[in-house]
Antibody, heavy 122, light 108 residues
């Protein structure tokens, strides 16, 4: 079964760092782009950026460039989203998702992780 | 950045009726348009890609149409499990690959 499994919910304080994960299985992890999508409370979906695990080529939405870092470790089929200094406005659910066309850095997200809830509060 | 506008924001429909959801792009996205369904507490699920191709396992009552800047998702006969929020997304011009604001389909 093709799936993406994300790490569990996090509660952090403003200014703290955080790294959440997304583990792929059931397919060739290195040949499909993985993206991250933010969903703030009771809001819509926002595309943050994508990474190609095969060579760690990464593309960011201008809105998120410099705010987060996307990385991957192909040896363990895992992608990451990290923050160096969290803000209350980072409170959201974060989804990882796979772009459905092998090798292509565009397309629809065909497989989604279950989401990771990140709460930032003092 | 391409802006995707969905209408209406909320659609009230009775079970068994047809639902028609609209998505408009601020500039042409060709047929590079996807639709997703999201139920409360769940991750989004891909319904349609390429404007009109159903994803694996999606029932035939879901259909997509359109090209350029105007797109439609039609649910031919609403079932109880179809009440959810629906998002369109363009993947023609990036970054970013923008989503619409969503249409909530609720029970009338």
């Amino acid at each position: 079964e093709v799936q993406l499994v994300q790490s569990g919910a996090e509660v952090k304080k403003p200014g703290e760092s955080l790294k959440i994960s997304c583990k792929g299985s059931g397919y060739s992890f290195t040949t499909y782009w993985i993206g991250w999508v933010r969903q703030m409370p009771d809001k819509g979906l926002e595309w943050m950026g994508i990474i190609y695990p095969g060579d760690s080529d990464t593309r960011y939405s201008p809105s998120f460039q410099g705010q987060v870092t996307i990385s991957a470790d192909k040896s363990i089929s895992t992608a990451y989203l990290q923050w160096s200094s969290l803000k209350a406005s980072d409170t959201a659910i974060y989804y990882c998702a796979r772009l459905g066309d092998q090798w292509l850095a565009t397309g629809a997200f065909d497989i989604w992780g279950q989401g990771t809830m990140v709460t930032v509060s003092s | 950045e391409i802006v995707m506008t969905q209408s209406p924001a909320t659609l009230s429909v009775s079970p068994g009726e047809r639902a028609t959801l609209s998505c408009r792009a601020s500039q042409s996205v060709s047929r590079n348009l996807a639709w997703y369904q999201q139920k409360p507490g769940q991750a989004p699920r891909l319904l349609i890609y390429g404007a009109s191709t159903r994803a694996t396992g999606i029932p035939a009552r879901f259909s997509g149409s359109g090209s350029g800047t105007e797109f439609t998702l039609t649910i031919s006969s609403l079932q109880s499990e179809d009440f959810a929020v629906y998002y369109c997304q363009q993947y023609n011009n990036w970054p970013p690959l923008t989503f619409g604001g969503g249409t909530k389909v609720e029970i009338k």
